[in-house]
């Protein structure tokens, strides 16, 4: 009997390109010294604990029965996101119309191209400022659309500028990915700016979505502005307690913004199954609930930010933006970023290259600051071997 051969794979799925953080593990695996514990600033997953109260919280709520959570979440847990948009945005929306819980933004990321491009239609292009996180690009991809990448500036202070973009491209554009603040950059949107993007969007009819995962890690300038604060037409924004309380593998987060598109991205959402468990639904309530722990996260993050500040002028590297989040984006000497990390992995120390995260990420370095503090004294002692590399 002869076999016959399938049919082909979808040919995303056969290139031999690597997710940017596969390929640093590889080349930590072939460079790193054997026998020295790896201090891992690459990948932005915190090495805090999760906070005692939503541990507890979640383990109070694992049942003895299990069953099928309900993929639009519990109620309470939706009025606890949007308690938590009045009190940190002064934003009012409807819980039970404006949002929708996801399985950490990523999971969020990924499926919103998909409710919001019609792969055979004349608009379908995906705007991307980079660099950027990853996910934009493959989501963008998958769901049959054409992204357009602008590369981020640093004499714009690595804001996206819209009038980079061509009128003809606006034309075709489906969807432009927001980040404030910015992943790698750290750089926070200026809300005139915000404001400018918002009314593009309505005025040229294209969906925004921003991505604000950063927006309660903040420093010096103070709590970052939402693009929600300039409506919800046209808009949906994406939150997540990953790093606001060190919750990554919880993968809890939430969607926002304009029923035209949350309505029907509640229907599609039984179909891929992507419902958060009801026990974790209960840590993210009690999560988004308390602003307290938050603080004491920020002063985490401070104090790490402040070590590898000053570690960095003493060398004379200088760092760009990196007003909020817990990362800095530092400008390499050389301006070789990939041969300046595989330095730094001959240490034992993982920086992401900016290279790694698209156009424009060229010439820097990525430090998520997720390691302890301990640990963050440790790689500035390491540091040191880059002399003796010379």
């Not at 992401?352 to 997720?370: C, I, M």
Request: charged letters at 25%.
């Amino acid at each position: 009997m002869t076999a016959h051969v399938p049919g082909p794979l979808h040919p995303l799925l056969t290139t031999n390109e690597e997710y940017p953080f596969v390929k640093l593990e590889r080349r930590r695996r072939e460079l790193a010294p054997a026998g020295v514990a790896p201090i891992n600033f690459g990948m932005g997953d915190p090495r805090e604990e999760t906070p005692a109260f939503i541990r507890e919280a979640l383990k109070a709520a694992v049942p003895a029965v299990s069953s099928y959570p309900a993929t639009v979440g519990k109620p309470e847990l939706r009025a606890a996101c949007a308690a938590w948009l009045q009190r940190r945005h002064g934003v009012t929306v409807d819980p039970d119309v404006h949002i929708l819980p996801a399985n950490g933004t990523k999971e969020a990321v990924y499926n919103t191209p998909f409710a919001v491009i019609d792969p055979h239609g004349p608009k379908r292009v995906v705007v991307i400022p980079t660099p950027a996180y990853p996910v934009y690009e493959s989501g963008a991809r998958f769901a049959g659309a054409e992204p357009y990448f602008v590369p981020l500036r640093s004499e714009d202070g690595w804001q996206f500028d819209p009038a980079r973009v061509p009128d003809e491209v606006w034309a075709r554009t489906a969807l432009l990915w927001v980040n404030s603040p910015h992943n790698p950059t750290g750089a926070v949107l200026d809300p005139a700016r915000g404001e400018a993007i918002m009314a593009l969007a309505r005025r040229l009819g294209f969906w925004v979505v921003s991505d604000e995962a950063y927006s309660d890690l903040y420093f010096d300038d103070g709590p970052p502005p939402s693009l929600l604060q300039h409506g919800l037409d046209n808009l949906i924004a994406m939150f997540t307690l990953s790093k606001r309380s060190a919750m990554t593998g919880y993968r809890s987060g939430f969607i926002v913004g304009d029923p035209r598109v949350i309505e029907p991205m509640r229907r599609h959402r039984p179909h891929p199954g992507t419902a958060t468990p009801d026990f974790i639904q209960d840590a993210a309530i009690a999560a988004w609930n308390d602003d307290a722990h938050t603080g004491d996260q920020r002063a985490r993050y401070r104090a790490k930010r402040d070590l590898f500040l000053a570690e960095f002028a003493r060398r004379g590297w200088r760092v760009e933006a990196s007003t909020a989040t817990f990362y800095l984006w530092m400008r390499v000497p050389e301006g070789d970023d990939e041969a300046f990390v595989e330095r730094l992995l001959r240490l034992g120390i993982v920086a992401t290259p900016g290279s790694y995260l698209g156009p424009g990420g060229e010439g820097f370095v990525r430090w998520a600051l997720v390691p302890t503090l301990e640990q963050c004294r440790e790689a500035i002692a390491r540091l040191a071997g880059l002399e003796e590399d010379a």
